[in-house]
């Protein structure tokens, strides 16, 4: 037969009091605790200096540095962030007759270009946890979408609300023209609230970017003042695209009120 090679271990026969032990018939001789404490320290305070390091740094990492908190790329979260694309430096049209399709006097043609804009909320879906990204909570006043049409929160996105501002204020500049559009939804104290806001967004809007493009200013002829050229580049996204998203990812569903709704005791 094959001879059977193994290894057992076996119980110390005998510890002397220096630390000395016989195992079995061999004989092995082990440090007391202090030395072997004292061989092994430069080992364990390396390890827990590396542990610390690692530590430190992977909370550095996830930590939010004070250029991230002021650099103005950074966009809040929102499920429409994939959309965002620069497109470089954009000079503006900003000649005082400079021609626009979205400027002039009231036509069709000029209120389709508003209204490819502008016109209704383009309401879109966000799930919980894009609700809880963007820093919101959920709460039974929040609009619901029911689960036969897929579920979600009713949301939609802030630059069609600035543009439906603009398009307000523009069509408050023409006097009587389209009094008739707002006066079947609002009386004139609500149209004139309505206004306000709009206003008031806009400024919060403006000043919450606070462009800091330089506009110089010429003589020209004729004029006794300096006149400012608005022609000047500015850092742009891609609206269009944006917009292409928004339409994607909008919800054509019937709102309806789900049993568990409430009611806000005023608007927030």
Same mark, same amino acid.
């Given at each position: 037969?094959?001879?059977?090679?193994?290894?057992?271990?076996?119980?110390? %026969?005998?510890? #002397?009091?220096?630390?000395?032990?016989?195992?079995?018939?061999?004989?092995?001789?082990?440090?007391?605790?202090?030395?072997?404490?004292?061989?092994?320290?430069?080992?364990?305070? =390396?390890?827990?200096?590396? $542990?610390? /390091?690692?530590?430190?740094?992977?909370?550095?990492?996830?930590?939010?540095?004070?250029?991230?908190?002021?650099?103005?790329?950074?966009?809040?979260?929102?499920?429409?962030?994939?959309?965002?694309?620069?497109?470089?430096?954009?000079?503006?049209?900003?000649?005082?007759?400079?021609?626009?399709?979205?400027?002039?006097?009231?036509?069709?043609?000029?209120?389709?270009?508003?209204?490819?804009?502008?016109? #209704?909320?383009? &309401?879109?879906?966000?799930?919980?946890?894009?609700?809880?990204?963007?820093?919101?909570?959920?709460?039974?006043?929040?609009?619901?979408?029911?689960? @036969?049409?897929?579920?979600?929160?009713?949301? /939609?996105?802030?630059?069609?609300?600035?543009?439906?501002?603009?398009?307000?204020?523009?069509?408050?500049?023409?006097?009587? /023209?389209?009094?008739?559009?707002?006066?079947?939804?609002?009386?004139? @104290?609500?149209?004139?609230? =309505?206004?306000?806001?709009?206003?008031?967004?806009?400024?919060?809007?403006?000043?919450?970017? $606070?462009?800091?493009?330089?506009?110089?200013?010429?003589?020209?002829?004729?004029? /006794?003042?300096?006149?400012?050229?608005?022609?000047?580049?500015?850092?742009?996204?891609?609206? @269009?695209?944006?917009?292409?998203?928004?339409? @994607? =990812?909008?919800?054509?569903?019937?709102?309806?009120?789900? %049993?568990?709704?409430?009611?806000? &005791?005023?608007?927030?």
């Amino acid at each position: 037969m094959p001879k059977e090679h193994y290894s057992q271990y076996s119980p110390f %026969d005998e510890v #002397n009091d220096d630390g000395t032990k016989l195992l079995g018939s061999g004989i092995t001789t082990s440090l007391p605790l202090k030395s072997r404490f004292l061989h092994l320290w430069p080992w364990l305070s =390396h390890g827990m200096l590396m $542990s610390m /390091t690692l530590a430190f740094l992977a909370l550095w990492a996830r930590a939010p540095s004070m250029d991230d908190r002021t650099r103005p790329h950074l966009p809040v979260a929102a499920p429409a962030n994939e959309a965002i694309e620069s497109i470089g430096i954009v000079k503006f049209n900003g000649g005082f007759d400079s021609p626009s399709i979205y400027r002039g006097s009231p036509s069709p043609e000029l209120d389709a270009a508003w209204d490819n804009i502008s016109l #209704n909320a383009r &309401p879109v879906r966000m799930t919980l946890e894009q609700l809880l990204r963007t820093g919101e909570k959920p709460s039974p006043a929040l609009v619901r979408y029911p689960d @036969e049409y897929g579920g979600g929160y009713m949301a /939609t996105i802030e630059v069609i609300h600035q543009l439906h501002c603009l398009d307000m204020l523009r069509k408050a500049s023409h006097g009587d /023209t389209y009094h008739d559009d707002w006066i079947m939804h609002e009386s004139p @104290e609500k149209h004139r609230t =309505h206004l306000d806001h709009c206003i008031d967004m806009l400024r919060q809007f403006t000043m919450c970017g $606070s462009d800091v493009t330089m506009i110089t200013h010429d003589w020209v002829e004729g004029r /006794t003042e300096p006149f400012a050229d608005f022609n000047v580049p500015h850092q742009c996204r891609n609206f @269009e695209k944006i917009l292409n998203w928004v339409d @994607e =990812h909008r919800v054509h569903s019937k709102l309806v009120r789900l %049993d568990d709704n409430v009611d806000l &005791p005023s608007p927030p």
